[in-house]
């Protein structure tokens, strides 16, 4: 543990900026401090929790691929994973990830679990008597072979219910997605501005 932490810390001073310390205990002022600030909260994580190495470590060693909102599990990549901010008080928010299948067999998300909820849904919209409303996905996300699946505003969702706390903008929040083949795996979702439609703006 002692061992992985320091070897963490070495890189976060190796990939960060010399004025990204500061960056990164204040408030985000620029994208570019705010991707630095959250490659140290993986780097955190994985030198943390040597568990979930596969889950943050991986893609943390590699200064390219490094950004939260980004994992793998097995033969699926999640990429491009966010939290919509929501107003204070809320008692749900809704998330939003892209998922690849570069295996050849489908696999399927199947729920999530977040510190900050009470209960974490999948969802999609559907259009009853002229409504637009939100169900609970049967079955869960289903991504067939070779298949790319996003959730985006405006459709398919992740819905974080019972909110024991809201995702505040600028922050990054630790969901574990859980994959019927894959498995479980943990990533940090950035949190936008509240009511944004797309991350980042
Ligand atoms: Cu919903």
Do not use: C
């Amino acid at each position: 543990m002692m061992m992985r932490a320091s070897l963490a810390a070495a890189l976060l001073a190796a990939l960060l900026p010399p004025t990204a310390d500061a960056a990164a205990t204040g408030p985000f002022a620029r994208p570019d401090t705010q991707r630095a600030a959250l490659v140290g909260v993986q780097l955190a994580q994985a030198g943390g929790r040597a568990d979930r190495a596969t889950a943050t470590g991986a893609p943390a060693m590699s200064a390219q691929g490094a950004s939260a909102g980004s994992a793998r599990a097995g033969d699926i990549a999640i990429e491009g994973a966010w939290v919509r901010g929501a107003p204070p008080g809320a008692s749900v928010a809704a998330g939003y990830l892209t998922l690849t299948n570069a295996g050849e067999a489908e696999d399927v998300l199947g729920g999530a679990e977040a510190d900050f909820a009470g209960r974490v849904e999948l969802h999609e919209m559907t259009m009853t008597d002229g409504m637009m409303r939100m169900a609970p996905i049967e079955g869960g996300v289903v991504v067939a072979p070779g298949a790319t699946v996003t959730l985006a505003p405006g459709g398919n969702h992740l819905m974080f219910m019972a909110l024991e706390r809201v995702p505040e903008p600028g922050e990054a929040v630790s969901v574990t997605l859980r994959f019927r083949d894959a498995g479980s795996v943990k990533l940090m979702l950035p949190v936008s501005a509240v009511g944004a439609r797309s991350f980042p703006q």
